[in-house]
């Protein structure tokens, strides 16, 4: 594999110089084809050299949003024969895969980790009301001040409204900062979101695009509850029959029953749900509104079912006892799958204003790290305690952006400002958490 990396490294100039000559001379297909092996190179290669590994997953989701940009058709229905194209880019296809993402990023989390609300409440009190205010805010004042397109600056402040993701927990650790504090506010913040995330978008994305039936409370609160609550609840039952007494399990056990047998029997919800992906959904909502009742039902079967994925992973583990180490692999591959999609689907908007919301990502960011930490000193918390904070609030769950743009049909613009954000939080975090590490 080493040698792979080696020879991928030694691609990456080669075939970027290609790409500019190409691309000078006005051989428009060849710089294509160049720029694309360099991209992929790149992440490849930087495997090879120890210092830049931790990079990798940025370099992908960089060559997540420019394969896409130049080749958008294979990213959304690339055609395997004369008469059958594959659609990656289905809606149920990316709910699945952004539950596998949250599911996969909830493995490693714990039902201990809410337990840092008793031991340090001050601190947990002024993450979160940093957490869930800055960014929101500054993201609504970016979309107002940049004069983005509607949809796109609402974007801006979905991604500001969603949760801190894993990926802070991991910075907190490189940085040598507070990762219990960090592990708790990410927890904290991800049970919040529900609630939290829809109001915010409903009180500030309807005022970016002068509609106020676009976004509504209770659909982005149950999307939610879908996308990221009910396969985090999944991971986090795993994590409770790892610890729990025989009476506690055969609890669990029970409701896993209920969940199996729940939506009219297996059977009756297999046919149901094959009667939704061939487009029976897209006839119901044609003629009838999808009520608060069929939302709270679908909701309550997600969350039983929740409960059933959880057991049933907890024994697969029991035999595969390494498979929670490679459920976060999945994880970053469900998130470059997801921004490539989203690249693919929202290319034209994106080619319109895609370096305007590249500085209005590095100034969503930049201002998160920066109020986090002072608003954190203002409000009495230690030095330490406040970088844990301004990391938090600096870096979002773009996974759960995503999902609830794909859950509202507007992945194409609602998740444009995830697919530039999440790979730029990542480098900012890094060069961040190298410089506190430095300057304890």
Same mark, same amino acid.
């Given at each position: 594999?080493?040698a ?6 030694a691609?990456?100039p080669v ?8 691309w ?17 190179a ?9 210092m830049?590994?931790?990079?990798q ?8 949003v420019v394969?896409p ?6 990213f959304l ?6 008469t ?7 809606p149920?296809?990316l ?10 990023m909830?493995?490693?989390?714990s ?17 979160l ?6 960014m ?7 979309a107002?001040?940049?004069g983005?397109?509607p949809?796109?600056g609402a ?8 949760s ?5 927990n ?8 507070n990762?219990p ?8 913040a ?14 500030l ?11 509504d409370? *209770?659909?982005?609160?149950?999307? %939610?509850f879908k996308? +990221?609550?009910a396969?985090?609840? /999944? !991971?986090?039952?795993?994590? #409770? &029959?790892?610890?729990t ?5 055969? *609890?669990?056990?029970?409701?896993? %029953?209920?969940?199996a +047998?729940?939506?009219?029997f297996? /059977? !009756?919800?297999?046919?149901? #749900? &094959?009667?939704?992906?061939?487009g029976?959904?897209?006839i *119901?909502?044609?003629y009838?509104?999808?009520?608060l ?9 997600f969350?039983?079912?929740?409960v ?12 595969l006892?390494s ?10 591959f ?6 490539a ?11 319109a ?14 201002i998160?790290y920066m109020?986090?930490?002072w608003?954190?000193r203002?409000?009495?918390?230690k ?13 979002q ?14 992945l194409?613009t ?7 954000f ?19």
């Amino acid at each position: 594999m080493l040698a792979v990396r080696k020879i991928a490294l030694a691609l990456f100039p080669v075939a970027l110089l290609v790409t500019l000559i190409a691309w000078t001379t006005g051989s428009g297909p060849m710089a294509k084809g160049a720029g694309a092996v360099a991209v992929i190179a790149l992440p490849i290669g930087l495997g090879a050299i120890p210092m830049l590994r931790g990079y990798q997953f940025t370099a992908w989701i960089v060559a997540a949003v420019v394969c896409p940009l130049i080749f958008p058709h294979a990213f959304l229905n690339p055609q395997i024969t004369e008469t059958f194209s594959l659609k990656i880019n289905h809606p149920w296809a990316l709910l699945i895969i952004i539950q596998l993402v949250m599911f996969g990023m909830g493995t490693q989390m714990s039902i201990r980790d809410f337990a840092g609300v008793v031991r340090m409440p001050h601190a947990v009190g002024v993450g979160l009301l940093c957490q869930f205010t800055i960014m929101p805010l500054v993201g609504f004042g970016l979309a107002k001040v940049l004069g983005f397109p509607p949809e796109i600056g609402a974007g801006l402040v979905l991604i500001g409204s969603c949760s801190s993701g894993l990926a802070s927990n991991v910075m907190a650790h490189m940085a040598g900062i507070n990762l219990p504090l960090s592990i708790t506010l990410t927890a904290c913040a991800t049970a919040l979101a529900p609630f939290v995330t829809p109001f915010w978008l409903t009180k500030l994305g309807t005022q970016i695009t002068g509609e106020s039936s676009q976004f509504d409370f *209770i659909t982005a609160m149950m999307s %939610i509850f879908k996308i +990221v609550i009910a396969p985090i609840g /999944a !991971a986090l039952i795993h994590d #409770l &029959l790892k610890h729990t007494n025989l009476r506690q399990r055969t *609890i669990v056990y029970r409701i896993a %029953i209920v969940g199996a +047998v729940c939506p009219l029997f297996l /059977a !009756a919800g297999v046919m149901w #749900l &094959l009667f939704l992906i061939g487009g029976g959904w897209n006839i *119901i909502t044609e003629y009838y509104a999808v009520s608060l009742t069929a939302n709270v039902i679908t909701v309550t079967i997600f969350l039983l079912a929740a409960v059933l994925v959880g057991v049933i992973y907890h024994f697969i583990t029991l035999k595969l006892r390494s498979l929670d180490g490679f459920m976060p692999v999945f994880s970053m591959f469900g998130i470059i799958y997801f921004t490539a999609i989203a690249t693919a689907s929202g290319r034209n908007e994106l080619l319109a204003v895609g370096l305007l919301l590249c500085v209005a990502a590095v100034a969503h960011n930049t201002i998160g790290y920066m109020l986090g930490y002072w608003l954190s000193r203002l409000l009495g918390l230690k030095k330490n305690d406040a970088r844990t904070v301004a990391m938090e609030v600096g870096m979002q769950n773009g996974g759960m952006a995503f999902g609830i743009a794909n859950d509202m049909g507007k992945l194409a613009t609602l998740g444009l400002a995830a697919a530039i954000f999440s790979p730029w939080m990542n480098v900012s975090g890094s060069i961040l958490a190298n410089y506190w590490k430095k300057h304890k």
